[in-house]
């Protein structure tokens, strides 16, 4: 069974899949194109991000029986064709949860203490502690909009802390001992701090718009490590200028290309460099769950699914 391989992960995805009788190739730099003339040699696909997997590519890869995405999600996939064709989906969420968690809750801490602003200040030569007084986690309802394998992360994260957590999901009864579930309505009364941890689908695309933003009862603080094109920049500056949102932790962007590789090539959106002068935003380059750690879970999370799927003789 051969695979190709058309991103760079770690070594030991290669090793253990050549271990257990796999044929493995790589492929890290030739167009989408040039894969697709090909790519009907090969039985399985392993990449993260670097291309859409569409019809196009699929009625190409005649012999494909499965794509793994070495990542949380599947949008740069076209899961319905691929379903229709008969073709098997990997993605492996488990292997960077706790990397997720860890990171929305050092972004939520360091927005509470001020502590990116309070690094520069004093960088610069000034001791001003009363203009970094921070705010404590303890007594705040932190709302999880989306519960799955990052939600679950970050609520276990908060267990340590003295504050309610509440998540919201469109599935049903996900809730557990870390997360109570409620309605969207009940998490917009009652949240001080919303995090998102939902997939990028129809239902979420720009979900964080102005109209579900002043749907909030009080100010709140908002997180967002899941996808950023659901999060309306222009609305979000908004809320940032008029107080409705207290300050942001953003680990991904609208203008990201679909890669993650870079943020934008064109000239950078005047919504965009607003929302870089605010102090009360941290923003980090789509790394939460780019971990050392994670590195290593998500390739052997591949590897188990792969190979419990299709086991070889050799």
């Known amino acids: 069974m051969k695979i190709l391989h058309l991103d760079q992960n770690h070594p030991l995805l290669l090793e253990r899949l050549k271990q257990v009788g796999f044929t493995n190739a790589e492929n890290y730099t030739a167009s989408k194109e040039e894969i697709e003339k090909t790519i009907s040699k090969y039985h399985g696909i392993v990449i993260r991000s670097r291309f859409k997997i569409d019809k196009q590519f699929m009625d190409a890869a005649k012999n494909l029986q499965f794509i793994a995405r070495v990542g949380a999600g599947l ?18 969420p488990e292997g960077n949860r706790n990397a997720v968690g860890e990171h929305t809750l050092g972004l939520l801490l ?69 997360a109570t579930q409620v309605a969207l309505k009940t998490l917009q009364e009652m949240a001080d701090v919303v995090s998102l941890h939902t997939p990028w689908t129809s239902l979420t695309d720009k979900m964080v718009d102005q109209k579900f933003i002043q749907a909030f009862q009080k100010p709140f603080w908002l997180l967002n490590t899941a996808r950023g094109k659901s999060v309306v920049t222009k609305d979000l500056v908004l809320a940032l200028e008029n107080g409705k949102i207290l300050g942001a ?43 050392v750690e994670s590195n290593i879970k998500l390739a052997e999370t591949i590897v188990e699914k792969i190979t419990e799927t299709f086991q070889t003789n050799n």
Request: with cysteine.
């Open 110 to 178: 360091a927005l509470f203490n001020k502590i990116p602003a309070a690094d520069q200040s004093v960088k610069s030569g000034h001791w001003r502690r009363e203009a970094h007084r921070g705010i404590e986690l303890d007594g705040k309802t932190v709302g999880l909009i989306g519960y799955g394998n990052m939600g679950k992360a970050f609520a276990k994260k908060l267990k340590g802390f003295d504050c309610t957590v509440l998540c919201y999901d469109i599935k049903e009864a996900v809730g557990d001992r870390n």
């Open 249 to 291: 932790g953003l680990d991904v962007l609208e203008y990201e290309k679909l890669s993650f590789e870079s943020l934008f090539s064109e000239k950078m959106p005047p919504e965009l460099k607003e929302l870089l002068g605010f102090s009360n935003v941290i923003l980090t380059p789509h790394v939460a769950g780019w971990t």
């Open 75 to 92: 949008e740069s996939i076209d899961v319905a064709y691929a379903e229709k064709k008969g073709i098997q989906l990997f993605a492996a």
